[in-house]
């Protein structure tokens, strides 16, 4: 997973072949395919793997704050840390994503697996928008399509300046969906959201 990852994040989804990947770790070509059908079902495992350490990494301070506009700024911190300790999981995520169309011409894994992060997103925000600790004028599917898309820039932008000050990006990004999605109401209520059955990264 690791040699896959990397590699993708290196010279691209189109040239990271099975070959490539095993050249990589000093492997042969079989033995990749000895446990992988193919390339498909190697980039699916490669998603898997990075949905789950994001989640392993997200989760706990998601889970630890305990208002609206806690949770949202620990969703962003938590997710952007993640890319800056891990940029090249972002980067190959990026590059699967753009390349992430199966033989049958369907969305691959990756597709899935960012729009569970859309929909568990969602979920956050309409419970804290029912709680009354968000704004209620806000389209909660549209306000986690935009949470998204600012994080994901970020694995972009990082393919040609790997000298990004990601902390300094994460703390403006949350300013803004803060100030975006704040309820005028004082935030005293406190509820825990229960732990989401979707993909938190």
């Given at each position: 997973?690791?040699?896959?990852?990397?590699t993708?994040?290196?010279?691209?989804y189109?040239?990271?072949?099975?070959?490539?990947?095993?050249?990589?770790?000093g492997?042969?070509?079989?033995?990749?395919?000895?446990?992988?059908?193919?390339?498909?079902?190697?980039?699916?495992?490669v998603?898997?793997e990075?949905?789950?350490?994001?989640?392993?990494h997200?989760w706990?301070?998601?889970?630890?704050?305990?208002?609206?506009?806690?949770?949202?700024?620990?969703?962003?911190?938590?997710?952007?840390?993640?890319?800056r300790?891990?940029?090249?999981y972002k980067?190959?995520?990026?590059?699967?994503?753009?390349?992430?169309?199966?033989?049958d011409g369907?969305?691959?894994?990756?597709?899935?697996?960012?729009?569970?992060?859309?929909?568990?997103?969602?979920?956050?925000?309409?419970h804290?928008?029912?709680?009354?600790?968000l704004?209620?004028?806000?389209?909660?599917?549209?306000m986690a399509?935009?949470i998204?898309?600012?994080?994901?820039?970020?694995?972009?932008?990082?393919?040609?300046?790997?000298?990004?000050?990601?902390?300094?990006?994460?703390?403006?990004?949350?300013?803004l969906?803060?100030?975006?999605?704040?309820?005028?109401?004082?935030?005293?209520?406190r509820?825990?959201?229960?732990r989401?059955?979707r993909?938190a990264?």
């Amino acid at each position: 997973m690791a040699a896959a990852i990397d590699t993708i994040a290196e010279v691209g989804y189109a040239r990271a072949s099975l070959g490539r990947i095993a050249e990589r770790i000093g492997i042969s070509r079989g033995l990749i395919s000895y446990h992988f059908a193919g390339k498909d079902e190697l980039i699916a495992q490669v998603v898997a793997e990075v949905v789950d350490q994001g989640k392993e990494h997200m989760w706990p301070p998601i889970f630890a704050a305990s208002t609206g506009s806690g949770v949202l700024r620990a969703y962003i911190e938590s997710s952007l840390a993640f890319t800056r300790e891990h940029p090249n999981y972002k980067i190959a995520m990026i590059e699967i994503a753009r390349n992430d169309v199966g033989a049958d011409g369907q969305p691959g894994p990756s597709s899935a697996a960012y729009e569970e992060a859309i929909r568990n997103l969602e979920d956050l925000l309409a419970h804290f928008q029912a709680a009354g600790q968000l704004r209620a004028e806000f389209d909660p599917r549209a306000m986690a399509i935009a949470i998204r898309a600012a994080i994901d820039a970020v694995g972009s932008r990082l393919t040609f300046d790997r000298n990004l000050d990601i902390d300094h990006y994460a703390t403006e990004i949350a300013n803004l969906f803060e100030l975006a999605t704040r309820s005028d109401e004082p935030d005293t209520h406190r509820s825990t959201p229960s732990r989401p059955e979707r993909s938190a990264s």
